[in-house]
């Protein structure tokens, strides 16, 4: 039977408990994707539909968790327009020749899904056929594609990239026009594939104070939802670092929005956050002895007083020193606590 409670949570319907999915729910903590890893490079896995969906299964499988979110990387269809672009191990995607103006965008022409990632909608549509839980499509949001295009890799203070912004407005919005077709065009297509929830990652955008955001990042990422609310299936918009912009995030016709640890899900409420949300354990917290875990944890369902709207995730991604025996514990723990919290607050009502 298929599991849509992840899907129902997202659209503030009665679910007996809360869905649990993990960001970077695949990766190297696991010693199967090690062991893929050691055949196939990160694009390689991504081009071969039949690797890239056993591990994207892999989680749901071993640790039970909700909802699946597709293995790739964020500069895939990038890479696909022929953008020079590598994953480096421990520091993320380096560009080969940064952004220096709207003009170094032409080359790379629009997306074409069907010709350029043809890989990634195979793996879609494989998957639809094969998981008993949603699948959830997803791409970079245009600031962070920007701050890796202009950087020319991770950075941690974004200066160039805002100083791209304040003083090149007119290539900046040629960049943020760009990069918002080609997010659209591949979710939409993602989603025509069979994905049933996409998540726009917008990883620094936090970097950005709100004034800044409402000028220079609102109106493309407003233009970005409506055009995936007409597709029917579900949005999620994460950030990290960015508790700040929650009153700008509240007026985006996202279905869900996700949030970090450092931002409460009563602060995220106070401020307007009114949508479904998604969070927040500090994923450092999965180092620490069970006991201090499961305490964060229940800490964080019982603030969510067994509400419908809620799913539960970390502030950000796994890492490689996890071990998988303790997100499969957390998961199991999440569902159980979760559903008895929600019988008590039902016959309470009653």
Not at 15 to 29: E, F, K, L
Request: aromatic share 10%; charged share 25%.
């Amino acid at each position: 039977m298929f599991n849509d409670i992840f899907l129902k949570a997202c659209r503030h319907e009665d679910v007996p408990y809360t869905p649990v999915w993990y960001m970077r729910q695949a990766g190297r903590y696991q010693e199967e994707y090690r062991a893929v890893r050691e055949k196939y490079s990160f694009f390689d896995i991504s081009r071969n539909p039949d690797v890239c969906a056993k591990v994207t299964r892999l989680p749901v499988d071993k640790l039970g968790v909700d909802a699946a979110i597709l293995f790739a990387d964020i500069m895939t269809p990038l890479k696909a327009r022929g953008l020079g672009v590598e994953i480096v191990e421990g520091v993320g995607p380096v560009i080969e020749h940064p952004v220096k103006s709207g003009k170094d965008l032409a080359r790379l022409g629009e997306l074409d899904p069907r010709s350029d990632v043809p890989y990634v909608l195979d793996t879609v549509n494989l998957l639809h056929q094969q998981l008993q839980v949603p699948l959830i499509g997803f791409a970079g949001a245009p600031f962070t594609l920007a701050s890796y295009l202009v950087e020319g890799g991770p950075s941690k203070n974004y200066h160039r990239t805002k100083a791209f912004m304040y003083t090149q407005p007119g290539d900046w919005n040629v960049l943020m026009d760009y990069l918002s077709g080609l997010t659209v065009t591949y979710l939409k297509a993602q989603i025509e594939a069979g994905a049933q929830a996409v998540q726009v990652f917008d990883s620094w955008v936090g970097a950005l104070g709100e004034e800044d955001y409402r000028t220079y990042i609102a109106p493309t990422m407003v233009k970005i939802f409506t055009e995936l609310k007409n597709t029917g299936a579900v949005s999620i918009y994460f950030g990290a670092g960015a508790g700040h912009l929650l009153k700008e995030w509240a007026k985006l016709p996202a279905d869900v929005l996700s949030i970090d640890w450092r931002t409460s899900l009563a602060d995220a409420r106070r401020q307007g956050a009114d949508k479904a949300l998604q969070g927040n354990l500090d994923p450092s917290l999965l180092l620490a002895p069970w006991s201090v875990l499961k305490e964060r944890a229940k800490k964080i369902l019982d603030e969510s007083d067994g509400k419908n709207g809620f799913i539960f995730n970390l502030g950000h991604g796994v890492f490689p020193e996890v071990r998988e025996q303790t997100l499969k514990a957390l998961t199991d723990f999440v569902h159980d606590y979760s559903q008895n919290l929600k019988k008590l607050v039902q016959k309470n009502g009653k």
